[in-house]
């Protein structure tokens, strides 16, 4: 079936010598714009103080012409989801944000808005965690319980946010790489995107492109490990199960 997703995957809100999303700036502008989106649905689900959340969100995205308003200042979540045109997912704690999701039916309505193209969905950190098939590769702790690890699946393969590898000989212990491929061994792993801090997974039906200020690394379940560069199309992922 045809998908009319269209989405912003970012590996993080903030990345080392800019302001807060101001790497991804025209990214978002670019996209919203393009849909005629004026006002962003925020989902603060990541983090405890909404409020808070919302606010410091909202102080960086209004004044590029956007007006961002908290899905929790709505009576009923799901309407929210119906009258609203583009959500942004901000990160936090991913199990905290699956499980609230969850608990507000809101996981299969999103998955349904987005592939038939009602609805425009940037993540960041733990939103593009949520936007994948599962959050078995995230790299947070697990302070919630959500009802299961299964994503909200606007692509099919997993992301690993904050991408890093440490390479330093005095580090004996675990690295990414290593809980990385420890999850591709298992029987339902999917291939692994790591995204380096600044890099965006831009996501227009079924094309995919690396877009940014930083690559990404495919892991593969043969152990294989891909740099990808900025601008390079990956849409083949998606037929990768």
Known sequence: MQSHRQ???????????YSMLEFAKQEICSFLEKNNVKKL?????????????????????DPWGIEVIGIHTYKDAKAAIHDNKAMFVGGGNTFLLLKRLYENNLV???????????????????????????????NDMPIAYPPTFDAI??????????????ENESHKGETRDQRINEYLEQEYASPVLGLREGSILKVDKNKLVLKGVAGAVLFEKSLKKTEIAVNTDVSFLLNKQ
Do not use: W
């Open 108 to 138: 299969d309505l999103i998955r349904q808005n987005v592939h038939n193209g009602n609805l425009l969905y940037i993540g960041s950190s733990a939103g593009t965690n949520v936007a994948t098939k599962s959050i078995h590769t995230t």
């Open 153 to 166: 699946n606007i692509v099919p393969f997993n992301i690993n946010p904050h991408y890093t590898e440490i």
């Open 41 to 61: 649905l925020f989902i603060p689900y990541a983090q405890n103080d909404y409020n808070k959340y919302t606010a410091k969100v909202k102080e960086v995205i």
């Open 7 to 17: 989405a912003l995957l970012l590996s993080s809100s903030n990345c080392y010598g």
